[in-house]
């Protein structure tokens, strides 16, 4: 009777080359069958086997589980949001929560994305509760403004110049004297102060003392009182679409210089050497009109603009292009500078004949802004 063989046995043999047959009895069991079953389980993420390249593995997807899909421990930034620990976490694809997986949250004293600032965070800048920095015309009313209603807050000018889309507040010159007298026509020229060599300019003055309205268009300077030397020029000028009312008060050296053309219209036609040369248009006060000005500037002077801008004093026109002198009595509720129209600030505002800063009565201008 032949021994059953064993494994070491058999292990032998077939290192040598021999060929062993080994029959199991009925209802045996073989300790290597056992070996290759263990052998056949493939290593996933989810089947609950931490293994060597995972961190966690608890089959899970629930919010409150600190092992994420790929078996990876829930960290911020991985796009989970993981209950009771993090607020929110996009995993860096939006702009709605911070790289600490907080909402984005305007006050929190940190200057999140989408953000220009934080009135929490003490930057210098004056900031907005919605985290932008400040500015006048974005229709919040912040520090340092008395009102902000965005694109609705308009110049509230008595008058104001428009080229193009260039619209700018014209600040009429104010004084008790005449028009006349305020020109002061002598040695063939203007003496307003505002005469330049080489420039074209236009101003608004009101007389306050009689809430007379005056447009005074003014070219070079007089060399007698300046000592500056104005080159041979020439400059046209065309006044189209006045108001009714409208007339002529001065034409500078000769009546055909400037004169009406229509009975809304005046055209000049200036030459002059040494000297100034100009007019003055009385006007409807107050009113609601648009004038058309078209300049040509021919010959010596060089630039057209408009005098009477606050502090930029002179603005520069395009003499290409016509302008358009508005006049309204209609007053804004906010400036462009976000501040409110009132009487005696100083600020000539639509609906105003006059302001001189005060509310003396007695004085060139009335304490309600309409009189004297």
Request: net charge negative.
């Amino acid at each position: 009777m032949h021994s059953k063989p064993s494994v070491q046995s058999a292990v032998a043999l077939l290192a040598s080359g021999g060929v062993v047959v080994a029959f199991a009895s009925c209802g045996g069991r073989s300790d290597l069958g056992d070996a290759a079953e263990g052998d056949l389980r493939v290593p996933s993420c989810g089947d609950g086997v931490v293994d060597a390249d995972e961190e966690c593995d608890d089959a899970q997807s629930a919010d409150q589980s600190p092992c994420v899909p790929t078996c990876k421990l829930a960290r911020c930034g991985d796009g989970k949001v993981l209950a009771g620990v993090e607020s929110c976490d996009d995993g860096g694809a939006s702009d709605f929560c911070t790289p600490t997986c907080a909402p984005v949250t305007c006050g929190n004293g940190v200057v999140d994305v989408r953000e220009a600032c934080d009135p929490a965070e003490p930057t210098g800048i004056l900031c907005t509760s919605k985290c932008q920095a400040s500015t006048c015309g974005d229709g919040i009313v912040d520090a340092g403004e008395e009102c902000d209603e965005g694109p609705a807050n308009e110049a509230g000018a008595a008058a104001y110049i428009v080229q193009g889309t260039n619209v700018r507040r014209l600040y009429p010159v104010q004084s008790t004297e005449v028009a006349v007298d305020f020109y002061d026509y002598r040695s063939a020229s203007a003496h307003t102060g505002f005469e330049a060599a080489d420039q074209s300019n236009i101003l608004l003055y009101v007389d306050t003392a009689r809430l007379e309205l005056s447009l005074i268009t003014l070219n070079g300077i007089d060399r007698d009182a300046s000592g500056v030397s104005q080159a041979r020029s020439r400059v046209t000028q065309v006044f189209r679409y006045l108001p009714q009312g409208a007339y002529l008060v001065l034409a500078d050296d000769k009546p055909e210089e400037i004169d009406f053309v229509g009975p809304n219209a005046v055209q000049a036609s200036f030459k002059f050497k040494d000297n100034s040369d100009g007019g003055i248009i009385g006007l409807p006060w107050p009113g609601d009109y648009a004038i058309e000005i078209e300049t040509t500037l021919e010959r010596g002077v060089t630039s057209w603009g408009f005098v009477g801008s606050g502090d930029a004093g002179r603005e520069p026109l395009d003499a290409d292009l016509p302008a358009l002198l508005v006049v309204r009595t209609r007053a804004s509720s906010c400036r462009t500078d976000c501040t409110i129209p009132r009487c005696n600030d100083g600020i000539l505002d639509a609906g105003e004949t006059c302001d001189d800063g005060n509310a003396d009565a007695g004085d060139a201008c009335a304490p309600d802004c309409r009189g004297n």
